[in-house]
Nanobody, 120 residues
Framework: QVQLVESGGGLVQTGGSLRLSCAASGSIYSINAMGWFRQAPGKQRELVALITTGMRTNYADSVKGRFTISRDDAKNTVYLQMNSLNPEDSAVYYC??????????????WGQGTQVTVSS
C-alpha cells in the first residue's frame, strides 16, 4: 500500500501565500504523474495542477501565474506553492499520485486533504 501525507494548509489573508507538501511512502517502484486537486463546499473536485515525470506541468486557468507545482523524486514529494491567494481559492486541497508498484500495477492514490482558507 501507499500513503500520501499532506501538510502546509491553513488560514491566510487575501494576497498571502502558502506552500503545500505531499509525501508518498510505502510500496513504490515509481511515481508517474502527481497532482493537486481541490474541492470547495458544494462544488465538485477540480484539478489545480499536474506535473509529469518529465516535469511538464499543467494548471487550471484560475491559478495560472499564481501557483507553481514541483516535485522532488528523491523524496517522493510534490509541492504546491500558492501565491496571491484570494477567497475563491479556499477549499480542501488533495494530493494525487499515479504510482507503479513493484509488480507492475498502476494505482492512483489520494491524500487525506488539507484545508486552505483565505480570508478577505
Amino acid at each position: 500500500q501507499v500513503q500520501l501525507v499532506e501538510s502546509g494548509g491553513g488560514l491566510v489573508q487575501t494576497g498571502g501565500s502558502l506552500r503545500l507538501s505531499c509525501a508518498a511512502s510505502g510500496s513504490i517502484y515509481s511515481i508517474n504523474a502527481m497532482g493537486w486537486f481541490r474541492q470547495a463546499p458544494g462544488k465538485q473536485r477540480e484539478l489545480v495542477a499536474l506535473i509529469t515525470t518529465g516535469m511538464r506541468t499543467n494548471y487550471a486557468d484560475s491559478v495560472k501565474g499564481r501557483f507553481t507545482i514541483s516535485r522532488d523524486d528523491a523524496k517522493n514529494t510534490v509541492y504546491l506553492q500558492m501565491n496571491s491567494l484570494n477567497p475563491e481559492d479556499s477549499a480542501v486541497y488533495y494530493c494525487n499520485a499515479d504510482v507503479s508498484s513493484f509488480s507492475g500495477l498502476r494505482t492512483a492514490y489520494w491524500g487525506q486533504g488539507t484545508q486552505v482558507t483565505v480570508s478577505s
